[in-house]
């Protein structure tokens, strides 16, 4: 039986008396994905939505981010400000530190230079008082060589030079002459025996007083005067002290006689030969 217009009227008027119809209707005639399209619709709305609320917090972070940025160009201006004035400041210390420099070249060059005058017055001092502790044996010879020889008397070098010429090579003469002092005596324990002390005086004996003593009295014998070495001075290096006793030198230290007994043990053994 064919379906009329008369029909289509009745269905559409029970239709609109009965709704539910028209959803099992709809359901029949209409394709799922068609009638999912609502729901679809509700979901991209939903999405919309959050993503338009994700926007606007987007927005704000941005917005945040963006002043944040602005502050940080700022503090960036300032640091680079106290950068620039730090550098200024290094400059200036760095200026003052080579006025620094500068000071302390000038004030190193015055040190030196004050050194120099103290060590040329030290020598002086040094000198005059070697002068002095001479002069002090050559003016008061019984009382400081009393204890080794007897008459003590001091021998101008001046009065050997014939003796010395006629016997030492030049090297030999020109290395007595400087001797500090000679002094002739008798040596107490020789009783008539005349001999003639080499003496290297200095404030500070050291062991090269001693050789030098030990060399000039030998250069003395050669010349055919009975000869030994004696030093004399206020004190005594450790070097110089074993010098003398291994050598059995005598020592004169301020008034004292160090070593004698060695000292006579041995030259006297010499001065019999």
């Known amino acids: 039986m064919a379906f009329t217009v008369t029909d289509f009227h009745d269905l559409m008027n029970l239709l609109e008396q009965q709704p539910e119809w028209r959803y099992q209707l709809r359901n029949v005639l209409l394709p799922d994905d068609l009638l999912a399209t609502p729901t679809r619709i509700d979901e991209i709305r939903a999405l919309l939505a959050e993503t338009a609320q994700t926007q606007a917090i987007t927005a704000t972070r941005i917005d945040q981010l963006g ?3 602005i502050q940080l160009t700022v503090r960036m201006d ?3 400000e106290r950068v620039d004035r730090l550098g200024e400041r290094m400059d200036q210390l760095t200026e003052r530190v080579d006025r ?4 302390v070249d000038q004030l190193v060059t015055v040190m030196e230079a004050m050194e120099r005058r103290i060590a040329r017055i030290e020598n002086r001092l040094s000198v005059a008082d070697g002068f002095l502790q001479e002069h002090k044996y050559r003016t008061h010879p019984g009382a400081y060589f009393g204890k080794i020889v ?6 101008p070098i001046e009065d050997l030079y014939d003796v010395l010429e006629a016997t030492l090579t030049d090297d030999e003469y020109d290395e007595v002459l400087p001797v500090d002092m000679i ?5 107490r324990e020789l009783p008539g025996q005349d001999i003639y ?3 290297e005086v200095s404030v500070v004996v050291d062991k090269e007083d001693v050789r030098r003593a030990e060399r000039r009295a030998e ?3 050669k010349a055919g005067l009975t000869a030994m070495p004696v030093v004399a001075g206020e004190d005594l290096t450790d070097g110089g002290e074993r010098q003398a006793q291994a050598r059995k ?4 230290q301020n008034g004292r006689v160090l070593l004698w007994d060695d000292a006579l043990t041995l030259w006297a053994q010499r001065l019999a030969t």
């Open 197 to 199: 002390l080499a003496v």
């Open 219 to 221: 250069l003395l014998r």
């Open 150 to 155: 007897r008459k003590a008397r001091v021998v």
């Open 249 to 252: 030198i005598p020592v004169l």
């Open 78 to 80: 300032q640091l680079t």
């Open 100 to 103: 620094l420099g500068d000071r």
């Open 183 to 187: 002094v002739k005596g008798r040596l």
């Open 67 to 69: 002043e944040q940025m």
